[in-house]
């Protein structure tokens, strides 16, 4: 029942557009809340507390960003600080070799996006080292191969990492077509993701 309502939620986000007024902020950031509600009520263990308030404080920055870009990116940037915490918890090793790939990432993506955002581009830069950061340590929690919540969360990580990368794209260097849709549709399904990840995790 709740993920209906976190997926009626971002539909009806997606479809009603500027027709929804002053209750945009409070419906965007409803389907993350009930994610973050979900981790809250599971079996307690630190690991899901901490994904819990990563979840909590993303959902906040999703209503914070209607506002102030730069608010909602610090308010984002906290929220991984916390899915950091909870991946290197579960794998505290740093698996260096995992980071190679997503360096190879944040070489292409960060210095376009930085190089094209003015002023923020200092924000930019942070919180681009942070999410990739974040992307990192939800590789070095992949233990086993096949799909298991250690893949699943790897998966909503990088779906994150797309969103955020093509949100900037948009926003700083160039409009793409469909935008809107792709960048919820990949930020909310890789939320959806790691949220289950450490529900399953046993």
Request: include cysteine; glycine fraction near 10%.
């Amino acid at each position: 029942m709740a993920w209906a309502l976190a997926a009626f939620a971002a539909l009806a986000y997606l479809l009603g557009g500027e027709a929804l007024g002053a209750w945009a902020p409070l419906l965007k950031a409803m389907p993350v809340s009930v994610l973050a509600a979900l981790v809250f009520h599971a079996v307690p263990r630190m690991e899901r507390r901490l994904t819990a308030f990563g979840l909590l404080i993303a959902a906040l920055a999703d209503a914070i960003i209607e506002f102030s870009f730069v608010g909602g990116l610090g308010a984002f940037l906290l929220a991984h600080l916390f899915y950091i915490a909870a991946f290197t918890r579960v794998e505290p090793r740093g698996r260096v070799l995992r980071l190679l790939p997503v360096a190879t990432w944040a070489a292409v993506a960060l210095p376009v996006l930085v190089s094209h955002a003015g002023p923020l581009r200092i924000p930019v830069l942070v919180y681009g080292l942070v999410i990739f950061t974040m992307i990192w340590r939800a590789a070095a929690a992949v233990s086993i191969t096949g799909w298991n919540p250690g893949t699943m969360g790897l998966a909503g990580a990088i779906l994150f990492g797309c969103s955020d990368t093509l949100l900037g794209y948009t926003r700083f260097v160039e409009p793409v077509q469909g935008s809107r849709f792709l960048v919820l549709g990949t930020y909310w399904l890789g939320q959806a993701l790691i949220a289950r990840s450490f529900l399953l995790a046993r």
